[in-house]
T-cell receptor
């Protein structure tokens, strides 16, 4: 299957700092990547759709100024959590869509803890 | 509106037992995709299967099998002779056929296989 790399796997930061999470498709190009948030023992909630070369599409209720998404190349999308607060602590997972098969392949996730 | 229901929140079985995870979906689309993903404790979502709405044939892959029944809007997943390594959260998901930008996940079923 296709491989998606997500980095870092875990980050602990102080309140008020910004954190950048990278999502890379290693063996395929992805014009579309996705960012999800998952609370403990819950399902995945789509935060935004990242489109290469254009602005991301955010789901209702997701602050675009808080969660900055950049998809500058066909293999890399980044999510920056700006001025992080403890309520932003969560598990963030990215995926990249393999267009030829219409399948989303997921990264390993990033566990963010904001102190 | 699209919706996926996984009514079983948690299932516990003893190794070598067979187990079926239920998935029921709702959609107004006539064409769509259905998916199963596995999320082990490490957090990464592992793609298991994609089924399009045209194809109601059941599929078997090793100890895994899937039963798609359009008449009951169900896409159930059976693990035969379960193993401890099968312990994970399993998500069923539904997406649009032409692009799966809008993928809806069920709440997930946590499967624990005891030795």
């Amino acid at each position: 299957g296709a491989v998606v790399s997500q980095h870092p796997s875990r980050v602990i930061c102080k309140s008020g700092t910004s954190v950048k999470i990278e999502c890379r498709s290693l063996d395929f190009q992805a014009t579309t990547m996705f960012w999800y948030r998952q609370f403990p023992k819950q399902s995945l909630m789509l935060m935004a759709t990242s489109n290469e070369g254009s602005k991301a599409t955010y789901e209702q209720g997701v602050e675009k100024d808080k969660f900055l998404i950049n998809h500058a190349s066909l293999t890399l999308s980044t999510l920056t959590v700006t001025s992080a607060h403890p309520e932003d602590s969560s598990f963030y997972i990215c995926s990249a869509r393999l267009a030829s098969k219409n399948i989303q392949y997921f990264g390993a996730g990033t566990r963010l803890s904001v102190l | 509106a699209q919706k996926v229901t996984q009514a079983q929140t948690e299932i516990s079985v003893v190794e070598k037992e067979d187990v079926t995870l239920d998935c029921v979906y709702e959609t107004r689309d006539t064409t769509y995709y259905l998916f199963w993903y596995k999320q082990p404790p490490s957090g990464e979502l592992v793609f298991l299967i994609r089924r399009n709405s045209f194809d109601e044939q059941n599929e078997i892959s090793g100890r895994y099998s899937w039963n798609f029944q359009k008449s009951t809007s169900s896409f159930n997943f059976t693990i035969t002779a379960s193993q401890v390594v099968d312990s994970a959260v399993y998500f069923c998901a539904l997406s649009d056929y032409y692009n799966n930008n809008d993928m809806r996940f069920g709440a997930g079923t946590r499967l624990t296989v005891k030795p």
